[in-house]
């Protein structure tokens, strides 16, 4: 079973609608975080939390917002998609940082968005 | 603002030659850098790390270089296989705080 889920996979909806994608993780991770994929733009992080009770904005939140209804989801929500959200959006998770260095992201297998 | 760069969107290479994949950062801050593999309809995984005291790290056929000084990070595989063509994103971060990614390389190892 795949340790971080992301559900949709692939949604279409039209412009003005509110959409929910939903991420759910088992590998005991305390972190979480959002990103968008765009083709020739990479991974840009869109929210991301530390724990339950702890949201942050990543590069490019405006028109999203996130819940972290318990340590194992992370719900993004578009509350009135537009075409230029379309793009494939990834969860991922890490657990803190173990000391010098840093953690490792593990990613979900992403949701396809399109908006018309 | 791309404080990751990597400028060479694809690479093509031959089965059994060595692939070498390039980025470039700017932010003096980063001391932790991450290579992460993407297949189609996937996300991404991690393949290879570096903190910013070595200077070299190799995993298998996986090695990253990466030079301070020039602010560079580089990626080798060798011998490449058919089984690595993917997207590959170089990502950097700086202590405490998040990751960012650079733009992705599609590699193309042909038999």
């Known amino acids: ?116 | 603002d791309q404080q990751v760069k990597q400028n060479s969107p694809s690479l093509s290479v031959q089965e059994g030659r060595i692939s070498i994949l390039n980025c470039d950062y700017t932010n003096s801050m980063f001391d932790y850098f991450l290579w992460y593999k993407k297949y189609p309809a996937e996300g991404p995984t991690f393949l290879i790390s570096i903190s910013s005291i070595k200077d070299k790290n190799e995993d298998g056929r996986f090695t990253v270089f990466l030079n301070k000084s020039a602010k560079h990070l580089s990626l080798h595989i060798v011998p490449s296989q058919p089984g690595d063509s993917a997207v590959y994103f170089c990502a950097a971060k700086p202590s405490g705080s998040r990751l960012t990614f650079g733009e992705g390389t599609q590699l193309t190892v042909n038999p």
Request: aromatic share 10%; glycine share 10%; proline share 4%.
């Open chain 1, 1 to 116: 079973d795949a340790d971080v889920t992301q559900t949709p996979r692939n949604r279409i909806t039209k412009t003005g609608k509110r959409i929910m994608l939903e991420c759910s993780q088992t590998k005991g991770h305390d972190r979480m975080y959002w990103y968008r994929q765009d083709p020739g733009l990479g991974l840009r992080l869109i929210y991301y939390s530390f724990d339950v009770k702890d949201i942050n904005k990543g590069e490019i939140s405006d028109g999203y917002s996130v819940s972290r209804q318990a340590q194992a989801k992370f719900s993004l929500s578009l509350e009135s998609a537009i075409p230029n959200q379309t793009a494939l959006y990834f969860c991922a998770t890490s657990d803190k940082s173990p000391g010098l260095g840093g953690e490792t992201q593990y990613f979900g297998p992403g949701t396809r968005l399109l908006v018309l």
